[in-house]
């Protein structure tokens, strides 16, 4: 069926549903769709820009790959998964928006998201926020400084950067140390009270990736790379992940 | 992250704060307050943690962050459908760096509602999206009158403190 409208229409460009049905395991089980509807009435990005998950895909199954692709919808749905469970078919959408967002020139991407990417390339840290290695240093050790002293019970907790040879290495997303430095610390005393060895990066400790959603592959290799080269040269054992 | 590094995994391990926290819950390493915590408390499943999780490394944490919890809280309540149902708070997919925020908190609707039936007054967010999209979007535009905190805070305001 959907041939003949292509036909009819005169547009032969169904050629973004079958890209991405050739990276996907199975092909992502994309033309198996019953039209049963289950994906969009469980999706609460529904009814946003006029979209749903079901119509998205008709959509690029139809070959209106470039309404499809270029909806801002693309950017409001948030990846969850949801309805790849609820699917009958098992049928990964998500999988097909994370392509259609990669099909944006880079430059016409939102521009928030594609800087927070940026932030992160600009420095060592990996931080969407931009923070220096320096700084967050800094922010750490002022706030450890401070509870140790109002709060005498945890005078002897310690938040160590780039100490070797811990047990553990852990991130931390950027939102704390930049913007509410105190949701650091009950970490801190969790880890301080068990008795354990651990350590931050001064390199990678930020744990959030950007680029990732942005859609940018080879940002997110090298994101990713920097942290794990850091827990490697201080030879920790254990990466401990908070995101 | 096991995408690019089969490598780097065979040198060390990963290991989650749902798996730590646990552990040191069990064995009795760390010791915890119930009564801090009386008010009814809910368990927000984020995406991350379960359904891409699951999808991703072939392991969902669902039942940890629950235990967790349930190590801190008495009164512990279920946002239906949880777990591998449950409905994203609308702030995955990178929407706190994405222009569009009326439609973020369009999207947490259902949440928002999930957490008013549950009669929580303590949501615990274990991720950091989840957890400012339902403390600073969703409590204040849909009037949920409720604190959120995330699993490790949780944990931490509820140590008992060992006497020296
Ligand atoms: S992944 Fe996207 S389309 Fe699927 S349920 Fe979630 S928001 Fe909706
Ligand atoms: S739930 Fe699956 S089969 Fe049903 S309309 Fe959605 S994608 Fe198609």
């Known amino acids: 069926m959907s041939e003949s409208i292509i036909k009819i229409k005169g547009k032969k460009k169904g050629s973004f549903l079958d890209k991405v049905k050739e990276i996907l395991p199975d092909g992502g089980n994309l033309n198996l769709c019953l039209t049963c509807g289950a994906c969009a009435s469980g999706c609460p990005a529904t009814g946003l820009e006029d979209m749903d998950p079901r119509k998205f895909l008709r959509m690029c199954a139809m070959g209106l790959d470039e309404e499809a692709i270029h909806s801002p919808w693309v950017w409001m749905c948030t990846m969850c998964q949801r309805c790849i469970y609820v699917c009958p078919m098992k049928i990964d959408i998500p999988q097909l928006v994370f392509n259609a967002r990669a099909e944006w020139p880079r430059e016409d991407r939102p521009k928030g998201i594609r800087d927070s990417c940026d932030m992160a390339l600009r420095n060592d840290s990996n931080s969407a926020m931009g923070t220096a290695p320096d700084d967050f240093i800094f922010v750490v050790e002022d706030v450890l400084a401070e509870y140790q002293e109002s709060q005498p019970e945890f005078k002897d907790m310690q938040a160590p950067i780039d100490k070797p040879g811990t047990f553990f290495f852990l991130n931390q997303n950027s939102r704390e140390p930049v913007t509410e430095p105190d949701e650091m610390v009950p970490l801190w005393k969790i880890l301080h009270l068990a008795g354990v060895d651990w350590t931050y990066g001064s390199k990678g400790w930020a744990a959030e990736n950007y680029c990732m959603f942005l859609a940018d592959n080879d940002c997110w290799e090298r994101v990713t790379r920097v942290s794990a080269n850091q827990a490697d040269e201080l030879g920790t054992k254990v990466f401990l992940n908070t995101e | 992250m096991n995408r690019w590094y089969p490598d780097a995994l065979k040198e060390f391990q990963i290991v989650t704060v749902f798996d730590l926290l ?10 915890l307050d119930k009564s801090i915590h009386s008010v009814p408390v809910a368990y927000h499943d984020p995406c991350n943690y379960g359904r891409k999780s699951l999808k991703t490394f072939g392991k969902a944490y669902f039942e940890e962050g629950r235990d967790v919890t349930k190590a801190c809280c008495e009164d512990v309540r279920e946002l239906n459908p949880n777990r591998n149902g449950a ?6 997919g990178g929407a706190w760096a994405l222009p569009y925020s009326e439609e973020r908190v369009f999207y947490g609707r259902t949440k928002a509602r999930q957490i008013t039936e549950s009669g929580a007054k303590l949501v ?20 949920l009158g409720i604190e959120v905190k995330y699993l490790w805070e949780l944990v931490a305001d509820s140590l008992i403190l060992p006497k020296k």
Not at chain 2, 22 to 31: A, C, D, N, V
Not at chain 2, 124 to 143: G, T
């Open chain 2, 22 to 31: 646990l552990q040191y819950i069990q064995e009795g390493r760390i010791q």
């Open chain 2, 87 to 92: 409905y994203c708070c609308g702030a995955g």
């Open chain 2, 124 to 143: 615990v967010a274990p991720c950091h999206n989840c957890r400012d999209q339902i403390m600073k979007s969703l409590n204040k535009e849909y009037d």
